[in-house]
């Protein structure tokens, strides 16, 4: 069963009815959203600026499933640079009810899978605040190694805040 899929305009309506549930779960690790962000044209623009970006080459947005393939959640890959660099940044998060429950961990597992083998990246970037442990433990389990700490990184609940500084590099085939 698959966990993540690509996000679709189709998504808007249930992405927006998530977003509203867990407004206050979601508050402390989020930029400040204007009330447009909570409803179904809020996050049909999103998604749709999302998907120009896929056509591009520049972004991966997905949505998490549960086992029964409802949308739980999103998880993307962003920023996308080839060249020497070949690498990205992935965010994602997972409704309240579904936290806690291995749903983030096979998510960023696939999404990880899906940027090294589908790809070709060679790196993938994750940023959590300092005391988002769940979410460093997820990295974690994944593979994700700390190496550094950036201060004042993103503006999240409304204030500058210091974020660590996780990656995952594929493995290398490579003998020299």
């Known amino acids: 069963m698959k966990i993540t899929r690509l996000v679709t305009l189709e ?3 249930t992405l927006a009815e998530l977003l509203r549930a867990n407004r ?3 508050a402390p690790w989020d930029p400040i959203r204007s009330e447009d962000y909570f409803t179904a044209d809020g996050q049909h623009a999103v998604i749709e600026a999302d998907l120009q970006q ?3 080459g520049a972004k991966l947005p997905h949505v998490i499933l549960d ?3 409802r949308v739980i959640g999103r998880i993307t890959l962003n920023g996308i640079v080839r060249g020497p660099f070949q690498s990205c940044a992935m965010g994602y998060w997972v409704s309240a009810g579904h936290n806690g429950r291995g749903f ?4 960023v597992r696939e999404m990880v899978r899906v940027a090294f083998d589908e790809l070709g990246l060679h790196r993938v970037q994750a940023e959590t605040l300092l005391h988002n442990v769940r979410s460093q433990r997820v990295l974690e389990r994944n593979g994700f190694v700390q190496f550094g700490m950036a201060p004042e990184y993103l503006n999240i609940a409304g204030r500058w805040q210091d974020h660590r500084m996780y990656q995952v590099v594929k493995p290398s085939s490579a003998t020299g």
Request: charged residues 30%; proline residues 6%; without cysteine.
């Open 104 to 107: 983030a961990t096979r998510a």
């Open 54 to 56: 896929h056509e591009q």
């Open 67 to 69: 086992e029964s393939g």
């Open 24 to 26: 206050e779960f979601l």
């Open 11 to 13: 998504d808007a309506p």
